[in-house]
């Protein structure tokens, strides 16, 4: 199975403040992983599939980047609702992988 | 407007067995892959298994040994998760969720269920 290796597992960050979250897969995944954010007893939502593609409806100061086995996720200009727990997910290949989470607080 | 709604969770003791309901609406069912996706309390999210729209294709993640099987009913825009020999680390919120790309086995999911909660506990 593909590994998925997310860092950091936490993250101190304030209003307005520019941060960046890392996935690396242990093989390649072409651009097959996509980023996900879940608030507190609440279903994830998808943000960013395919590396880089914008959900329809996420605000546009979500971005992803990325390809074979290095991909990242920035929030620009953090906002107050931004401050949740975000997952990346390789949908390369089965088994699916999602890395270990970071909590944005 | 897409909408999951998952059902069938539920206190079940260890060894016990358990079956899983996801109702589906707003899209056409057949034409996309589901997957389960699990999450233990305080923990990340694991995936669990998909099945392609068709049901031709399974799969499942390796930890489950045999244990679960996953199905759909395309007529009744239903999936479903068997999940049998259920162990304490069974226990969790099991979601729903279906995947972006229409015609295919692979992809993002665009929509989730809010959850049910399976507690394995004697």
């Known amino acids: 199975a593909i590994q998925v290796t997310q860092s950091p597992s936490s993250l101190s960050a304030s209003v307005g403040d520019t941060v960046t979250i890392t996935c690396r897969t242990s093989?390649?995944?072409?651009?097959?992983l996509g980023w996900y954010q879940q608030k507190p007893g609440k279903a994830p939502k998808l943000l960013i599939y395919?590396?880089?593609n914008l959900q329809s409806g996420v605000p546009s100061r979500f971005s992803g980047r990325g390809s074979a086995t290095d991909f990242t996720l920035t929030i620009s200009s953090l906002q107050p609702e931004d401050f949740a727990t975000y997952y990346c997910?390789?949908?390369?290949?089965?088994?699916?992988?999602f890395g270990q989470g970071t909590k944005l607080e | 407007e897409v909408q999951l709604l998952e059902s069938g969770g539920n206190l079940v003791q260890p060894g016990g067995s358990l079956r899983l309901s996801c109702a589906a609406s707003?899209?056409?069912?057949?034409?996309?892959?589901m997957s389960w996706v699990r999450q233990a309390p305080g923990k990340g999210l694991e995936w669990v298994s998909a099945?392609?729209?068709?049901?031709?294709?399974?799969y499942y993640a390796d930890s489950l040994k045999g244990r679960f099987t996953i199905s759909r009913d395309n007529s009744k825009k239903t999936l479903y998760l068997q999940m049998n020999s259920l162990r304490a680390e069974d226990t969790a919120v099991y979601f729903c969720?279906?995947?972006?790309?229409?015609?295919?086995?692979?992809?993002?999911?665009?929509?989730w269920g809010q959850g049910t909660l399976v507690t394995v506990s004697s």
């Open positions: 395919a590396a880089s």
């Open positions: 093989q390649g995944v072409t651009n097959d």
């Open positions: 707003g899209f056409i069912f057949n034409n996309f892959a």
């Open positions: 997910l390789q949908d390369y290949n089965y088994p699916y992988t």
């Open positions: 969720a279906k995947s972006k790309n229409e015609y295919s086995n692979y992809g993002s999911f665009d929509s």
């Open positions: 099945i392609s729209g068709s049901a031709a294709s399974t």
